[in-house]
T-cell receptor, first 115, second 116 residues
């Protein structure tokens, strides 16, 4: 079965420290991978995607993610966290074959950045 | 503003009632997706339309139905509402092809449904 796992319900980071939000996936073939962010009372905003090419993908707001095929992971990272990064982060996967862009989302990880 | 418009933003209704949620996709996007976000089940894919045709179906209840009209807007109809249907319903749209931004779902702000 196709699935996405975000093993941490919440990640706490001090402002200025690096942050990592973890994501692993289980799909057949070569998936398209995405990160979205959701601020309170807002819709999901696209951060970045991996389709092919360089394993390190850079996205919006200074975020980046590293694709690791052998570990089936796509962890979201940022070198220096800001309080304004506090939000709910979703990892998503689109199976390579079919689906017409349908995304399967992880359960979400709440990021709390403390001053 | 993402370009995806959802109405209404908030809706409060009673059990057993029927509601319709509306979505206008981003200009140029032919595909529309509906997702349900609830506290206990996270983001669940409901259904997808492409240029008026249903393309994929997820965990959509039989009490729920959707359609995409010739002008590409979509409506999600929820009937015989139950307390457990209270959730945030998101619409997203996407385009296809090799252009930058293609194959990325753009989400609306959502419609919050409360069933009392």
């Amino acid at each position: 079965a196709q699935s996405v796992a975000q093993p941490e319900d919440q990640v706490n980071v001090a402002e200025g420290n690096p942050l990592t939000v973890k994501c692993t996936y289980s799909v057949s073939g070569n998936p398209y991978l995405f990160w979205y962010v959701q601020y309170p009372n807002r819709g999901l905003q696209f951060l970045l995607k991996y389709i092919t090419g360089d394993n390190l993908v850079k996205g919006s707001y200074g975020f980046e993610a590293e694709f690791n095929k052998s570990q089936t992971s796509f962890h979201l990272k940022k070198p220096s966290a800001l309080v304004s990064d506090s939000a709910l982060y979703f990892c998503a996967v689109r199976p390579e074959a079919g689906g017409y862009n349908k995304l399967i989302f992880g359960a979400g990880t709440r990021l709390a950045v403390h001053p | 503003d993402s370009g995806v418009t959802q109405t209404p933003k908030h809706l409060i209704t009673a059990t057993g009632q029927r509601v319709t949620l509306r979505c206008s996709p981003r200009s140029g996007d032919l595909s529309v997706y509906w997702y349900q976000q609830s506290l206990d089940q996270g983001l669940q894919f409901l259904i997808q339309y492409y240029n008026g045709e249903e393309r994929a179906k997820g965990n959509i209840l039989e009490r729920f139905s959707a359609q995409q009209f010739p002008d590409l807007h979509s409506e999600l109809n929820l009937s015989s509402l139950e307390l457990g249907d209270s959730a945030l319903y998101f619409c997203a749209s996407s385009s296809f092809g090799g252009a930058p931004g293609a194959n990325v779902l753009t989400f609306g702000a959502g419609s919050r449904l409360t069933v009392l």
